[in-house]
């Protein structure tokens, strides 16, 4: 069963990118957009050489080093952004996926949650946090956070995929089916392939 297929692309498109106002960052920001992500890094370095704590260049930094693979440093710069702002559930959020790239789902869940106690915290906080719950075991408190999620947010196509997939896996099938059917309405990709699976 691909219960566990995360799909991080998604949840990286999802996660836009936040501009920089000046210099080397927004050139930073340009290359980024271009997928040059090794000489944004270099822009955003020399930005942060006089601007150190500015935490956009933090972010977006980090954010190219993640496109590169580079999880570590990816996950310091996300972290030095937390320690400028630290209610920023962009950054938070992104933390979260870098953890959940690196297997470290405790961590994951840590600051997914945090996310979720932001006053305003957007749909996608909650499903990070179900994703979380999800993959250390704990179903029942997932499905309470993806639903959470659609209930913000109703055209959420990656939420009921994967509601639907943990309702399937828990012998919920035919609610998990309605999920999966929400989502292809949605146009989220893999359900379509996850019904032709699991619902005919």
């Known amino acids: 069963?691909?219960?566990?297929?995360?799909?991080?692309?998604?949840?990286i498109g999802i996660m836009?990118?936040?501009?920089?106002?000046?210099?080397?960052?927004?050139?930073?920001?340009?290359?980024?957009?271009?997928?040059?992500?090794?000489?944004?890094?270099?822009?955003y370095?020399?930005?942060?050489?006089?601007k150190p704590k500015n935490v956009k260049a933090l972010y977006n930094r980090g954010r190219a080093n993640e496109e590169l693979g580079n999880l570590e440093?990816?996950?310091?710069?996300?972290?030095?952004?937390?320690?400028?702002?630290?209610?920023?559930?962009?950054?938070?959020?992104?933390l979260s996926n870098v953890y959940q790239k690196q297997k470290k789902h405790n961590n994951?869940?840590?600051?997914?949650?945090?996310?979720?106690?932001?006053?305003?915290?957007p749909a996608m906080a909650y499903?990070?946090?179900?994703?979380?719950?999800?993959?250390?075991?704990?179903?029942?408190?997932?499905?309470?956070?993806y639903s959470a999620a659609i209930k913000m947010d109703k055209n959420f196509g990656m939420a009921y995929y994967y509601r639907g997939m943990l309702k399937i896996a828990t012998d919920k099938k035919k609610?998990?089916?309605?999920d999966l059917r929400a989502a292809v309405k949605l146009n989220y990709a893999d359900a379509e392939e996850a019904i032709n699976r699991y619902c005919k």
Request: proline letters at 1%; a negative charge; aromatic letters at 10%.
């Open 1 to 11: 069963m691909r219960v566990l297929n995360w799909g991080f692309a998604s949840l």
């Open 16 to 43: 836009f990118l936040i501009s920089c106002s000046n210099g080397n960052s927004n050139k930073g920001d340009v290359l980024f957009s271009q997928g040059e992500y090794e000489a944004a890094i270099a822009a």
């Open 45 to 50: 370095d020399n930005f942060l050489s006089s």
């Open 73 to 94: 440093k990816a996950e310091k710069d996300f972290l030095l952004a937390l320690e400028q702002d630290s209610k920023n559930t962009q950054v938070l959020l992104s």
């Open 108 to 121: 994951a869940l840590l600051y997914a949650s945090y996310a979720v106690e932001v006053p305003g915290a």
């Open 127 to 145: 499903f990070m946090k179900g994703r979380a719950l999800h993959q250390i075991g704990n179903t029942n408190e997932a499905y309470k956070e």
């Open 175 to 178: 609610s998990g089916c309605d």
